[in-house]
């Protein structure tokens, strides 16, 4: 691949110490690893593509990314609550709030999860609401927004349980959150902000020895901060063989940018930059050579803004079921009785593929594109 031959040699020995593909790293050790803040649509409809676990942090997720995730093909998708950022941690000193969370929002972003779960079911993983490094507010917010978190269990869905640390220990607090909740959740192990110590995971984990554990924040990128991934995997299955192993890290955003020199880009970033040369190539080509739009009909209902269904079926000279249908659903028309196939249909959705991808779709485009050739069809 051309973006390949571009590295130099500071990019390949970077991608060397990334250890190259972590979904492939984290299935040798048998542990569901999700590429999570894979918020964007492009990241979403890119991971979906590949049918590997990803997340998302619900409080940057767009109507566009919910609309997408609600129609998500994955077996696993980790959605977290995004209370990460309510709490700054210092390195003297008690942790600070820096941005409540507050009621209206906590409803807010509980109403997307309840959208996700009626979705997809025992497919999606939901963090339950928490305070990092607060186990009073931790508790209170699970009795306060404990039926919603009910009712998504009801449906089907994973409840992960965040449990810290502090004064009471982590085997005792599990069991207040159990029994707050009313079930036995998924107990979540905070391993990047507000870490754990493997100390206490394995104290842990051979107390309760629970079905399954999720390591927040760890991913099989940490190959030099301590613990690394190999040690925490280690240890985990030393005390907890029967446990299934689930862990996530921000994987996309980990392979972005150009350096201090702004001369070597990352993966990620060199992949989109060939991408932008190949759309001002061939995206003005007949037919847009090499992305006519059947590289994208199972999605063509999320980048048809509704107002072009309009025009395309008033071009196509469409009656007013026909015109009632494609509004309704372009895939689902496309698919009736092979409309896909006639010549004119096909250059109609190929012109307005084709504005897409130049106008605001490029960016969809590019990085759902990018992901597959880096983690799909050109593995590294």
């Known amino acids: 691949m051309p973006w390949r031959a571009n590295l130099t040699g500071a990019d390949v020995a970077y991608m060397q110490t990334w250890t190259l593909d972590p979904f492939v790293i984290a299935a040798a050790t048998d542990v569901v690893y999700f590429a999570s803040g894979s918020n964007s649509p492009g990241e979403i409809l890119g991971f979906d593509e590949l049918d590997v676990p990803y ?3 619900i409080d940057h997720v767009s109507p566009s990314a919910l609309y997408l995730l609600q129609r998500a093909r994955t077996e696993h998708l980790f959605v977290d609550s995004g209370a990460y950022s309510e709490v700054e941690f210092h390195k003297d000193g008690p942790p600070t709030v820096q941005k409540l969370i507050t009621h209206d ?3 807010r972003r509980l109403a997307m999860y309840d959208k996700i779960a009626r979705a997809l079911g025992p497919r999606c993983w939901l963090v339950a609401p928490d305070m990092i490094g607060n186990k009073e507010v931790t508790l209170d917010r699970l009795q306060r927004y404990g039926h919603h978190v009910r009712r998504f269990a009801r449906m089907g869905a994973n409840i992960i349980a965040p449990v810290q640390k502090g004064v009471l220990s982590m085997f005792d607090f599990y069991r207040f959150i159990s029994e707050t909740l009313g079930f036995e959740p998924t107990p979540g192990i905070p391993m990047k902000k507000d870490a754990t110590t493997l100390e206490a995971v394995v104290e842990f984990l051979a ?5 399954t554990v999720h390591l927040l924040g760890l991913g099989p990128k940490r190959t030099r901060k301590r613990p690394t991934y190999a040690t925490v995997i280690k240890a985990v299955r030393e005390v907890a063989p029967n446990t299934a192993i689930l862990c996530d890290s921000v994987l996309v955003a980990s392979i972005v940018g150009r350096g201090k020199n702004k001369k070597n880009p990352r993966i990620m970033t ?19 050579a090499g992305f006519d739009y059947t590289e994208a009909t199972e999605w063509v209902d999320e980048w048809m803004a509704p107002g ?3 025009q395309m079926a008033a071009d196509l000279g469409l009656d007013r079921a026909d015109t009632k249908a494609l509004v309704a659903s372009p895939y689902d028309w496309l698919q009736a009785d092979d409309r896909y196939l006639d010549p004119v249909v096909d250059h109609a959705f190929n012109r307005r593929w084709v504005a897409y991808l130049i106008g605001p779709g490029a960016t969809v485009y590019k990085k759902a594109e990018a992901i597959l050739r880096i983690f799909g069809r050109d593995r590294l």
Do not use: F, I, S, T
């Not at 107390?207 to 079905?211: A, T």
């Not at 060199?270 to 847009?288: F, S, T, W």
């Open 105 to 107: 929002e906590w409803v």
């Open 308 to 310: 072009e269904r309009k």
């Open 207 to 211: 107390e309760l020895q629970p079905p």
């Open 270 to 288: 060199a992949v989109l930059d060939e991408l932008m040369v190949e759309l001002a190539e061939d995206a003005y080509h007949d037919n847009a």
């Open 55 to 57: 997340g998302v942090a």
